[in-house]
Each structure stands twice: as C-alpha cells, then as structure tokens.
C-alpha cells in the first residue's frame, strides 16, 4: 500500500491498547495494524499547516513566518500562566484566544518515566495524555480558564518536573512511585484560591500502548536529516512509531511534513 501523507498529530482512541490513526486524504489509515510489516517513510515536501505554502516548518508545524504570527503558536500555548484573555488582554488575535484559553482546563499529574504536572483543555483529555505516553493519569484541579490552570502548574513544577524524559517513556521505563501520593503531597503547596478548584478524591486512569517490544536503546529519525527510512514496526506510543532497530519516528514534531509511506 502507497499513500502521499500530510503529517498532523496522530487522531487516537482510548482503548485498550489505544488505537492510533494517520488522517490520509478521503483515507484513515489505522497504525495498530502496521505493526510486524515493514513501514518505509519518504519526505516529500513541506506544507505549512497555516498558510499552506511549500515552505520549511520551523516549529508546530508552521513556517517561520506563521509561528510568530499565528494565534495559534501564541507564547502562552507553551506557558498557560501568561494567558490574558481573562483581562481582555490581545497576544494576536483576542477572539480565538478567548475561545481557547476562556474554557475549562485541568492540571493533572502523568506517569511517564517519572511523575509529571501538565496542563490542557479539559476537551483535550484523553488525547493530551495519550499524547505525552502516559501510563497512569490523575487529574487534581479544574479551572475555569486556562491562565489559573498556569498558575497552579508554576506552584506545582518547583516541586515535581513538568518534562517527559521522552527516551525513557520510549523505552518502557517508569517510576514506581504512588501517584496518589504524589496528589497529596502537592495540595500542601497549593495556597488561596487554587484549591477552590482541587478536584475531590478520583481513581488514576490507565492507559495502555501498542507496543509488541520496548528497545533498550533509542534513535532519533529526523526527515531533515534523514529523508527516507524503512523499518520494520514494533510500536506506536506517545505521538512515536517505534521500529525494531530502536529507531523512533515522532509523527507529530514532523507536522508539516508531506511523506510518501507505503508499507
């Protein structure tokens, strides 16, 4: 089989394992079933997922031009805390900011290599998980905008990382520690008006990955640098296809990216 792709971040679907998908024109390719085949993927070309244009993707996807521009790549997007659409504050354009950031938010804790604080739309659960590779979630606040959501995960971080360590997360290695526990420790930190938002006693969620084997070590592809690998496919985790050599492809930091995949 032989599509022409234009890479976005993989739909996907909590099951178990969770099911992942690349949007191919008219076409959804479901990626659990790639598993055991050998995947062979070629650049293309560039197309900006803002302005449309054949021009190389500087970050989320966007050309240079885009990003600084586009509401969408706004510095809040990476920084809850300096969202200021609550004050009627413009970064680039008010009414999409405000259809964003003036929505519920939940600050969570994922287990990934480690115990980590993240922040997304509560319309974004479980994707934003799923996402990140988390095994097991907790959410411990939910705000009504997303800048106080960023003010609880700044108290948070000094305290427990906001990062995923995205080798270990790939290679199956994980903290033991009690995320429960880790939920009680961090509400001592929280003062003020940030607990009126903590959410009362809930069960972690697990999440369980297509992955047939975990490698010890990892590489990874960059179609920059690389544009045309093929290897046989032993998993898919986070935004990750994850090949039996211990090459990983990350799909959606190559959003923008136009590839022919055939497999």
């Known amino acids: 089989m032989h ?23 008219d076409d959804f390719i ?24 054949d021009i190389p993707v500087f970050a989320q996807g966007m050309c240079k031009k885009c990003y600084f ?25 008010l009414a999409f900011e405000e259809s964003v950031q003036l929505q519920p938010h939940i600050v969570y ?34 705000t009504p905008n997303r800048f106080l959501a960023g003010q609880a995960e700044v108290i948070i971080k000094q305290h427990i990382s906001d990062k995923t360590d995205w080798r ?11 995320i429960l526990q880790v939920r009680k420790e961090i509400k001592k930190h929280l003062t003020g008006n940030l607990l009126e938002y903590w959410l009362g006693d809930n069960t972690p969620v697990h ?12 590489k990874s592809l960059n179609l920059k640098k690389i544009p045309e690998f093929e290897g046989n496919l032993t998993g898919i985790k986070g935004q990750y296809f994850i090949f039996d050599d211990g090459s990983v492809f990350n799909v959606r930091n190559h959003a923008g990216f136009v590839v022919q995949l055939s497999f």
């Open 168 to 178: 270990k997360m790939l290679k199956g290695i994980k903290t033991n520690k009690d």
């Open 30 to 53: 479901i990626v659990n079933n790639l598993l055991e085949k050998n995947v062979k993927i070629s650049f293309d070309r560039y197309q900006c997922l803002s302005c449309g244009q």
């Open 109 to 142: 804790l994922a287990k990934t290599s480690d115990i980590k604080v993240g922040v997304t739309r509560k319309s974004q659960i479980p994707y934003r998980w799923i996402d990140q590779g988390a095994e097991e979630t907790l959410p411990i606040l939910e």
């Open 69 to 93: 521009e586009s509401p969408q790549a706004g510095e809040w997007v990476m920084k809850p805390e300096l969202s200021r659409a609550h004050l009627g504050i413009e970064d680039r354009d």
């Open 207 to 218: 999440i369980s990955y297509p992955v047939l084997k975990y490698p010890e070590k990892v």
């Open 3 to 25: 599509y022409k792709i234009l890479l976005k971040r993989m739909p996907t679907e909590l099951v178990y394992p969770v099911n992942y998908f690349l949007d191919a024109d």
